[in-house]
């Protein structure tokens, strides 16, 4: 019986010393601190949110197709988002892309692929537009610009540019470079 422990005890002697041995040639696992995954954490399809003023005006609209939220960032991819800024004159700028990117704190917004910004007049025609892409635009200073081959289309005039700075509370657009404008002459019969 005694034999019979001596083997028992050789034989965990020999299982931990072998295992002490596999784990010292081969390479133990590392451990791995896993980033967070940039997966979404919650979605929505056709959302729409309102950003009011002090007063309790409307501010801005903003919806989109697709919406999917990121933890790990922070952040809000859109699918076909749709941007809409009331003015005093009741005359809203609106700006329809094929994708967007929301920062963190909600303050920019980038928005990819085709972009087209337009305001109506009080009839609702058109009144100018603005067709290019890759726009970011910085929410609270209602500031938009690209630095991409642009066009603006007014009532008379056509201009192609590259690059544009837009301050949308002021109604005011800088063309940066490559500017060619076009007038039309067309007279009344």
């Known amino acids: 019986m005694l034999e019979r422990w001596k083997i ?38 056709n959302f729409r949110t309102f950003t009011m003023e ?11 197709e697709y919406m999917a939220h990121y933890p790990d960032d922070d952040t809000t991819e859109l ?20 994708k967007g990117w929301v920062t963190a704190d909600n303050e920019v917004i980038l928005l990819t ?32 610009e690209t630095d991409k081959p642009s066009i603006f289309i007014g009532k008379d005039t056509t201009v192609k540019a590259t690059g544009i700075k837009a301050y949308l509370k002021e109604g005011r657009l800088i063309m940066l470079n490559n500017v060619h404008t076009t007038i039309s002459s067309e007279k009344p019969d």
């Open 8 to 45: 028992v005890i050789i034989m965990l002697l020999l299982a931990a010393g072998s295992a002490w041995l596999l784990n010292k040639i081969s390479p133990g696992e590392a451990r791995v601190t896993r980033e967070p995954l940039h997966q979404p954490d919650y979605y929505m399809e």
């Open 113 to 144: 692929g085709n972009v087209n910004l337009w305001q109506n007049d009080a009839a609702g025609n058109k009144r100018l537009e603005i067709i290019t892409s890759d726009v970011r635009i910085l929410i609270k200073q209602e500031y938009a």
């Open 54 to 64: 002090q007063d309790g005006s409307l501010k801005n609209r903003l919806q989109a």
């Open 79 to 98: 699918v076909r988002p749709m941007l809409e800024i009331p003015r005093a004159d009741n005359l809203s700028i609106n700006i329809v892309a094929d």
